[in-house]
């Protein structure tokens, strides 16, 4: 449990990032982002991008506490 919350807190923290720094640069991060790529978020990928980068601290901090309990 605590290795697939590791892995999904990296994949969306890099998400959140890059897609923050495609919107940012005008699109010199194009392969970072998969949110720019989505049409259904058009308009919306800054905030996207914001609530992924909270949504990966959230399962770091999710994997910490698996990690704290002892559970594997």
Known sequence: MKTFLGFLC???LSQGVGGLL???TDGWFRLWSVVSRTSFF??????????MIIA?????????AVT???RV
């Open 10 to 12: 990296f994949v969306l």
């Open 22 to 24: 495609y919107e940012l």
């Open 42 to 51: 058009d308009g919306y990928e800054i905030y996207v991008s914001v609530v």
């Open 56 to 64: 990966g601290g959230a399962m770091g901090a999710a994997s910490a």
């Open 68 to 70: 704290r309990r002892g």
